[in-house]
C-alpha cells in the first residue's frame, strides 16, 4: 500500500517558508496547521499565508483547522488553493453542511478528531469525506509523545470504512516518527503527519524516506 507523508511546517522554519517547503518536495503533501489561539492555545496561520504558501509550494496544501467556528472560514482556505481543508467535528454545527460546501469550492474534505471525541455519533459522515484525522496527541503544539491509547479508534474507524467499502484517507497526527508509524500503519493508517521527525534534525527529504521505509519494514 502507498503511504503518504504530510509533513508539518509548525516544526519549520517559520522565516523561510518558501525554502522550507522546498526541502519536502518527495512528500505527498504540505500539512499546515492553521490555530486561532481559542480552540487551541497557539496562534499561527490565517488565510493570506496559506495563499502564499499554495503559490510557492511544490506539493499539495493539506489544511488543517483547529479554529472555533469553522463554517465561518474554512471555505477561505480552499478560495486561498488548499488542496484539503480538514476541520474539527468539536467545532462544526453543521459539519454535514460544510463538508458539501467544500466540496463545492472543488477542495477535498476532512474530518478531524480530538483524542477525547468519539467517532461513533459521526459515522454517517465517514460516507461523504475525502480524509478523516485522528489526532495521536492533543491538539495545539508539536514535538508531542504519540499516544498508543488511541489505537483501538483507529481500529473502530478502519473497521467501519473496511466493512461499508468506504476509501477516505486515514490520517493520524501526532508523535509521528519511524518508531510510532509502523504501528499505526499496521493498524490502517495511510496518511502520516510528520513535524519534528521531518524538520527537528538532518535533511528532511531523507527523514521523508526514512518514514516510508519504515511504514513497510518496521524500525529502519
Given at each position: 500500500?502507498?503511504?503518504?507523508?504530510?509533513?508539518?511546517?509548525?516544526?519549520?522554519?517559520?522565516?523561510?517558508l518558501?525554502?522550507?517547503?522546498?526541502?519536502?518536495?518527495t512528500?505527498?503533501?504540505?500539512h499546515?496547521?492553521?490555530?486561532?489561539?481559542h480552540?487551541?492555545p497557539?496562534?499561527?496561520?490565517?488565510?493570506?499565508m496559506?495563499?502564499?504558501?499554495?503559490?510557492?509550494?511544490p506539493?499539495?496544501?493539506?489544511?488543517?483547522?483547529?479554529?472555533?467556528?469553522?463554517?465561518?472560514?474554512?471555505?477561505?482556505?480552499?478560495?486561498?488553493?488548499?488542496q484539503?481543508?480538514?476541520?474539527?467535528?468539536?467545532?462544526a454545527t453543521?459539519?454535514?453542511?460544510?463538508?458539501?460546501?467544500?466540496?463545492?469550492?472543488?477542495?477535498?474534505?476532512g474530518?478531524?478528531?480530538?483524542?477525547g471525541?468519539?467517532?461513533?455519533p459521526?459515522?454517517?459522515?465517514l460516507?461523504?469525506?475525502?480524509?478523516?484525522?485522528?489526532?495521536?496527541?492533543?491538539?495545539?503544539?508539536?514535538g508531542?509523545?504519540?499516544?498508543?491509547?488511541?489505537l483501538?479508534?483507529?481500529?473502530?474507524?478502519?473497521?467501519?470504512?473496511?466493512?461499508?467499502?468506504?476509501?477516505?484517507?486515514?490520517?493520524?497526527?501526532?508523535?509521528?516518527?519511524?518508531?510510532?508509524?509502523p504501528?499505526?500503519?499496521?493498524?490502517?493508517?495511510?496518511?502520516?503527519?510528520?513535524?519534528?521527525?521531518?524538520?527537528?534534525?538532518?535533511?528532511?527529504?531523507?527523514?521523508?524516506?526514512?518514514?516510508?521505509?519504515?511504514?513497510?519494514?518496521?524500525?529502519?
Amino acid at each position: 500500500m502507498h503511504i503518504r507523508i504530510h509533513p508539518s511546517i509548525l516544526s519549520a522554519d517559520f522565516v523561510n517558508l518558501e525554502s522550507e517547503v522546498g526541502r519536502i518536495a518527495t512528500a505527498d503533501a504540505v500539512h499546515v496547521d492553521v490555530m486561532d489561539n481559542h480552540f487551541v492555545p497557539a496562534l499561527t496561520f490565517g488565510p493570506q499565508m496559506v495563499k502564499r504558501l499554495a503559490e510557492v509550494s511544490p506539493i499539495p496544501l493539506d489544511v488543517h483547522l483547529m479554529i472555533e467556528r469553522a463554517e465561518e472560514s474554512a471555505c477561505v482556505y480552499a478560495d486561498m488553493g488548499a488542496q484539503s481543508v480538514t476541520f474539527h467535528v468539536e467545532a462544526a454545527t453543521d459539519p454535514a453542511a460544510l463538508v458539501e460546501a467544500l466540496h463545492d469550492r472543488g477542495a477535498q474534505a476532512g474530518l478531524a478528531f480530538k483524542p477525547g471525541t468519539p467517532i461513533e455519533p459521526y459515522l454517517d459522515l465517514l460516507h461523504t469525506v475525502d480524509m478523516v484525522l485522528l489526532m495521536t496527541v492533543e491538539p495545539g503544539a508539536g514535538g508531542q509523545a504519540f499516544m498508543p491509547e488511541m489505537l483501538p479508534k483507529l481500529d473502530t474507524l478502519v473497521s467501519y470504512l473496511q466493512e461499508h467499502h468506504l476509501t477516505p484517507l486515514v490520517q493520524v497526527d501526532g508523535g509521528i516518527t519511524a518508531g510510532t508509524l509502523p504501528t499505526a500503519f499496521a493498524h490502517g493508517a495511510n496518511t502520516f503527519v510528520a513535524g519534528s521527525s521531518v524538520y527537528g534534525h538532518g535533511d528532511p527529504e531523507t527523514n521523508i524516506h526514512t518514514l516510508r521505509i519504515a511504514a513497510t519494514k518496521g524500525h529502519p
